[in-house]
């Protein structure tokens, strides 16, 4: 595997590579180390109207519209075939820019490819109805693209998170805008070639790598934006939906989480440790829908918290490269709120059992792995989302005090919980306010499995056959005959 970083990399707008308009530069920083690993042309309001303008001139011209669905669907399979000749530097920017594992890193592909698989398998799959409306009349209905659809994305997933929502955008006839996230852009970068050496239009997908208020501020303001797609913090989410709610635009919206599993007393606690530890150390915790809480019934509390405990401090850390289980946070300030959010945790009266602070003798953003007992559910740690490798774990006697804990935070992307009663099962999977429900396995799906928030995680929805239905609008065509 090659470990050679390139050192520039330039925003893709109307099928060029482009400098920034006024030639400024993104320093981009490894997590690992701290230290700089290249720049990045840093996108301005100026380099977004650029990009904006092409999207617009693709879709007016009718570029996709105007090719059979299947053909924009054969488009997702060459990008998904060109991505795997790009497959080494995906891996080796994913460790570099991103903190992730060597193993987590390479896993990015498959699973890109097999967004860009399923969404252009379901290309010329999308209908429309036809309504009855009696004699001499015909009625049916059109899912229309949006238009220009403006797409911001987070650090933490940026390709396949990226992907997945370009690729609905384009088999719905939709021209993308997409602003990368600063903090790790690179992928996407290579994202944008695959596009091009795979013959994606000219203007049908523009990446413009920017600071968050700067070009992605100027991208959601636009005035000939059509549509949103913004994956990120509720802070940034809010004021995303201000400056569609100008224009009424529609937003997909996929924010945070503070998801919780239930383990009840019946519950395989093989499976329980291994799924609970995956669900929070993965990445480092830095996952939308990790499991960052966990509640425990009082039988098993104990038993639980020592095999969580023993996985946690048998974790290796460092940097992701030299294949470590656990990488670096994204960034110093990600790791001092991480601290501070755990000091506060101790500081309200919970137990830190193991971890806590930041990793000494390291020169890069690296956390403990942490876990947290005697935590009460009104306290800081149970409602903020750490997005760090944090769990805390919540004691519960009856299943409606534990349904009550579950539900008692703003958010509601995922919860879960472990059981061998299937009727439990069912009747908490309906109680649980979350997009998706996991039983007996952290993160049970995949791409075909429709994801998304509740409450403050958003709305919308990503992945699965849904997801398509948030690029288009539905036109209803009646005649008389
Ligand atoms: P963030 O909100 O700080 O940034 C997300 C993106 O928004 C970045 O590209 C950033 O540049 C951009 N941005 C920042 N300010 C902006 C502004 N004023 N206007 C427009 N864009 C702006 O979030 P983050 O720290 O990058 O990511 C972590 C958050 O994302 C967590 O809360 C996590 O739960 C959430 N997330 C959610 C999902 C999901 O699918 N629900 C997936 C991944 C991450």
Redesign the pocket.
Known sequence: MSAEIRSYWKNYIAGEWCDSSDNGRIVVINPATGRPICDVARGTAGDIEKAVAAARACFDARVLLDMPPHERGALMFRIADELENAADEIATVECFDNGKTLANGRAEIPLTQRYLRYYGGLADKLEGRQIPLGPGMLDYTIHAPFGVSAQ??????PLP?GARSIACALVTGNTVVL?????SPLSLFLFAEACERAGVPKGAVNIVC????E???A???HHDIDHIV????????R??LR?AAERVIPCVM????KSGAIVFPDADLDQVEASAAAGIFKHAG?????GSRLIVHRSVHDEVVSRLVTRAESLSVGPGIEGCDLGPL?SDR?LERVEALCRAGVAEGATLVTGGSRVTGLEGFFMEPTVFTGVRPEMRIAQE?F?GPVVVIIPFETTEEAVAIANGTDYG?AAGLYTRDLSLAHSMADRLVAGQIYINQWWAGGVETP???MKR??YGR?KGREALLGYVQTKNVGIRL
Do not use: M, R
């Open positions: 911001i994305v987070p650090w933490n997933g998170v602003k990368s996230p600063e903090d920017g600071l968050g208020p070009a992605g501020a991208l959601v303001g913004f994956t990120g913090s509720v802070e940034t989410g004021s995303v400056a996929e924010l945070g989480g830095q996952i939308c829908s990790a994204i990600q989302e997005f992307l994801f998304g928030g995680s958003g990503e």
